[in-house]
């Protein structure tokens, strides 16, 4: 009884006195209203963003991200937005998603309002984070995506119309579609254990709280989490309507890369693994390399001249809609069908190259340190998510590279920033290593071997980034 009096006393206090942190979470829950009015604002900006270019004539030389509203809309969405969201996810896990994303706040409305019908296994399957992530990329780079407005159009627009079928059909009030399907969800599921605050759910607390028999109103959590198991930022989408719940659950400062090494031991899955290795340090990498590849040049030349010499024509001469290859002949940008199925092929090659590569470094790691276990391999495969994610953002930012260079902006500070943040990426990958082998052995020898190990995985992945923005 005394513990309870102690707990509740030092509940009252937290409440009277809360931190600066705690502060912003209890303002989120009670400022939900201001919340969604924010996201329909958001909702219209998009909508404004995807559409208008889309429906307007293309850009000619002349035009600046000023004075054209393609080019500026461009910018801002390919340039400014989406890096920046990755790095949200970083420095305060998925508020974006909570307060922010577009699609996601459509999806629940729409789920608001909809059938809220059960949700089918086939929706549930592990593999969509990196099948739609997969498909997405490649997609967008068969299209063109960051260059031409009717790609993202179809894109982006494509996704938010499915988000919006699927909160309609499944679940009631609650966000079906970014807990299972949307193409990014797998990225920020990751990028999100990095960061340094999270929602997290004091066991000791709400064990009290049912002690004391509180029947507090239940929360509605949109991405259905089991609120008193909360002590990941994965799934949680800081919406702040669980904050105070049981009064367990607050936003809680941590040391960035925390949850990598302690709760990575019990969450990391095969899913998170194959993203990582084959999809963030592999297709993605392939995505970004193949326009800037001398070797995909070379390769093309030298099929042409085979093809033209066997009198094969059809493939240098076939051309596809704009909605399956890049077809603008006015820009002078169209792919054939040797352009377009080379593309695939780099992008598929680069993916199951670096993927196995980066597998086997981490498979050795992982034998080094005991016989082979699944969960452990998966775990280590976490020590690389900074590298992975700060690859994605460069990869991401050289769109607004290339358009700043376009406008003539001073660009020397470019190359030691590209620089800086890799090897960052790269100390912060090898401490995750270094600690996540402290959890399974206390052998100094076996960490050491297992920690070079991971230094060869971080060797590749930095490598891959040095030909793209150095090498070539
Ligand atoms: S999971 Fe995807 S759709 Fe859902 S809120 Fe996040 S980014 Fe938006
Ligand atoms: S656990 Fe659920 S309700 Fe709580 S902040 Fe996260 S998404 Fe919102």
Same mark, same amino acid.
């Given at each position: ?32 209203? =201001? ?8 909702? !219209?900006?998009?909508? !404004? ?7 307007? +004539?293309?850009? @000619?030389?002349?035009?600046?991200? /000023?004075?054209? =509203? ?33 699609? %996601?706040?459509?999806? *629940? #409305? ?14 549930? #399957?592990? %593999? ?16 063109? =995506?960051?260059?031409? +407005? ?42 999100? $254990? ?7 759910? @004091? ?18 959590? +949109?991405?259905?989490?089991?609120? $008193? @198991? ?25 040391? +960035?890369? *925390? *949850?990598? !090494? ?28 193949? &326009?800037? &590849?001398? #070797?995909?040049?070379?390769? $093309? ?12 024509? #059809? ?37 199951? =190259? ?40 460069? %990869? ?10 376009? *406008? ?22 090898? $401490? ?10 206390? &052998? ?21 980034? /040095? ?6």
């Amino acid at each position: 009884m005394s513990t309870i009096i102690a707990t509740d006393r030092t509940d009252q206090e937290a409440n009277q006195r809360p931190g600066r942190l705690a502060a912003f979470g209890q303002w989120m829950r009670r400022n939900q209203r =201001v919340i969604r009015r924010i996201q329909w604002v958001v909702v !219209v900006f998009y909508a !404004v963003l995807i559409i208008v270019p889309a429906v307007r +004539p293309l850009p @000619d030389h002349t035009a600046h991200i /000023w004075d054209n =509203v393609t080019l500026f809309a461009q910018f801002l969405f390919w340039g400014i937005w989406w890096p920046f969201v990755l790095i949200s996810m970083v420095l305060m896990g998925r508020i974006w998603c909570g307060v922010f994303c577009p699609e %996601g706040s459509l999806s *629940e #409305w729409a789920s608001r309002h909809g059938r809220g019908g059960a949700i089918p296994r086939w929706v549930r #399957w592990g %593999g969509w984070p990196f099948v739609a992530f997969v498909g997405t990329t490649v997609y967008g780079q068969m299209v063109s =995506v960051y260059q031409y +407005p009717k790609a993202t159009l179809l894109i982006l627009g494509g996704s938010t119309v499915g988000a919006i079928i699927i909160g309609y059909l499944y679940g009631r009030n609650v966000r079906v579609w970014c807990r299972y399907l949307c193409p990014v969800n797998g990225v920020f599921r990751l990028l999100s $254990k990095l960061a340094p605050v999270h929602y997290r759910a @004091d066991p000791q607390l709400w064990q009290a709280s049912r002690a004391r028999g509180e029947r507090p109103e239940s929360v509605n959590c +949109p991405t259905l989490l089991s609120l $008193k @198991d909360l002590q990941t930022a994965s799934d949680c989408h800081v919406c702040g309507r669980c904050e105070g719940h049981r009064d367990a659950i607050a936003l809680t400062a941590r040391a +960035p890369g *925390e *949850e990598i !090494v302690h709760e990575s031991s019990r969450r990391a899955t095969l899913g998170d693994f194959i993203l990582i290795t084959f999809g963030l340090c592999g297709i993605a990498v392939g995505a970004f390399h193949w &326009s800037a &590849s001398p #070797w995909f040049v070379q390769l $093309k030349q030298s099929l042409a001249v085979w093809l033209i010499g066997h009198d094969w024509m #059809w493939p240098l001469q076939t051309h596809m809609p704009w909605w399956i290859f890049t077809n603008y002949p006015e820009q002078n940008d169209v792919f054939n069908l040797l352009d377009g199925s080379l593309l695939l092929a780099y992008i598929g090659v680069t993916g199951l =190259v670096m993927g196995t590569a980066l597998s086997l470094l981490l498979m050795a790691a992982q034998r080094t340190l005991s016989g082979f276990n699944a969960r452990r391999l998966y775990h280590l495969s976490h020590a690389l998510i900074p590298l992975a994610g700060v690859g994605v953002f460069l %990869g991401l930012s050289a769109v607004t590279i290339s358009m700043l260079r376009a *406008e003539q902006v001073p660009l020397f500070w470019v190359g030691p920033t590209r620089a800086f943040l890799l090897a960052a990426a790269s100390v912060w990958a090898l $401490k995750l290593f270094w600690q996540i082998t402290g959890h399974y052995t206390t &052998s100094a020898s076996r960490r050491l071997f297992a920690t070079i190990l991971g230094a060869g995985s971080i060797t590749v992945i930095a490598a891959a980034w /040095w030909l793209l923005f150095w090498g070539w």
